[in-house]
């Protein structure tokens, strides 16, 4: 019983008004108090596990030195008035008491300690969470927030640019934290402050958590006959393959995508159309390109037989249509647009930004198969319509300005979604001169022409940096090559040539880039460029506030 | 320069020609070629690249001997082979272009 009495007292040094007003409500607190100030006084009788509490207006509660554990003879079923009297009174009748001495008794101002919070396991999160809630939070990890932590008689971390706040108690327990969502059940909340709050402290869950949910099991027998497949066409040779190996390619696709294999069936399509070029006599046949990608995928194969590591797995694996998150708050300057059209039958226009937050590059793409009948796309029709999230500008407009979108939806490849939920504020345009482009800026030229080719055994990567450049060279049109070819000088004097394909489309464009006179006394610009192969496209050229993009706006 | 351009288009006709008439027949004067690579790589000081054509001539000839087992060692080091080749073009065409 003395343990008992020692682990109540404890207790109800918790139990300041922050923390009742916490697990009740103020009203409740408010009138308990009132009770006390007119004089109803409660007498404590301690048993083996609880107290009996006799309050003067004949009520009896039992508490059992935790907030979540009471009884009392009225009526209701929740936290009442009574047992908040009960505690409030005993609190302040034993809190002078504390410091006199008083044999066992502990000292009734009590500072509660949560070092479970840091003591957790990453597997202990697995249990409390679901695979997308960690998917989700690990994603928004990777962007700032500010964090608030406050130590009262609960531990509150508060996302200051979400608003949300989640208290946790002193109970190694996380289904008794609180989060200011009033969601039911461990919210995903309650996991991102948990581990904003680790990282403050050092300690980082990142990679273990993510191995954890990464899935990589796969039809292992799919595998095995996707490789035997490719040796059979290896082995019998191009000559003397029947076509019907084309509807055996595609079937294994559709075992591929039931496998869990991704990659492997975006590859057996891609040889499997290979192939099909080859039987049909195609021009566009390339044995270069098939034979790479027999090389690629079977080997790819064997290093997959083989890999224990999850995370070359998941690498060699691959991934269906990427997931998209949502971000807090993303504030981001608009870099210029680029209209393409692709060989399998598709039109768009992206548009490019870059994040001031965390200097990467996000893209908004607007695209429309256009291989039906009937589909009309124009790239002229399709920059003037409304921009999405919230339609307040046009998509000219937004890739003009700067603006601030909170809620975005964004990928790992930094693309943008159309969603609803995303609202956007336009914000006044910043001078490109006085940003910091992190990593965006182009120092190194030949350090960049590398990068984007991408880890082995994975597709290559659209690679766009901003070129800064002193002056523009020359400009001319090279009717062996059929393109437009602007040569610019860097401030390090090496002159640059960057290059715009001739396209029927931007006839009138290539003639004024060809023409005009102005665009040699440009000084100081700098260019959004993507990197092709050996080449450098460019997308729009900036300076100051101002931006061009040059398919879109000449 | 002029010699390793050449020397990588009879490594890349070497390849292709695999791929037309398929592994399988695989014989003794694809054994003579791959010698011949291999000399010439070794000139070059392409130690690597020799490695790899002595491996797969090494399988070439394993499988000649007994069809059923060989097939597989021969079709992974023709691909690593091949891989190596892909991985030749792209540096090798820009020093040719400078």
Known sequence: MADFKSDFQRWIGLCNEEYLIKYANKGLYNRACKEIEKGVTVSYEFMDDHVRCALSDDSVCLLYGDIERFSCSCPSDKICKHVILAIVAYATQHQPAAGMGDAGDEPAVFKPDFGWLLQLHPSDFLQAFTAAQIEEVLFRLEYGEALEVAETSFLTVTLQLQQVEVSFDQEADLSRAMCSCKAKGNCIHKLECLLRYRLVHEIDDREALQADITDVSYDAEVAAEARALLAEVLGIGLAKLPETVCTRFELLAIAAHNGNLPALEKDLRGIKGELGLFFQRHVKFSQDVLLDRLARVYLGLAALEKSERPELKKQLLGSFKSKYHTVPHLTLYALGANPWETRSGYKGVTYYFFSLADKRIYTYTEARPVYYEGTSFTYATSYKSKAPWGGLVTMEELSHSQVSLTSAKTNREQRLSSSDETKLVVLPRENIEELDLGETLCRDLAERMGEGAGVLFEQATEHVFLLPTKSVLQVFYEAATQQLIITVEAHDGESIPLVIPYQGEFDKTIRYLENNKRLLELRDVYWLVQVRGDELYPISMLQGKSLTSLKLDL | ?98
């Open chain 2, 1 to 98: 320069m002029e010699e390793i351009f050449a020397f990588r288009e009879k490594l890349e006709d070497w390849v292709e020609r695999m791929l037309l008439k398929g592994i399988r027949k695989f014989e003794s004067a694809d054994l003579a070629t791959l010698a011949r690579l291999e000399a010439s790589a070794r000139e070059y000081g392409m130690d690597f690249l020799a490695e790899l054509i002595a491996r797969l001539a090494e399988a070439g000839g394993h499988y000649m001997r007994d069809a059923k087992a060989g097939v597989e060692l021969l079709t992974e080091r023709y691909l690593y082979m091949v891989q190596y080749v892909n991985m030749m073009k792209k540096p090798l065409s820009q020093a040719v272009a400078d």
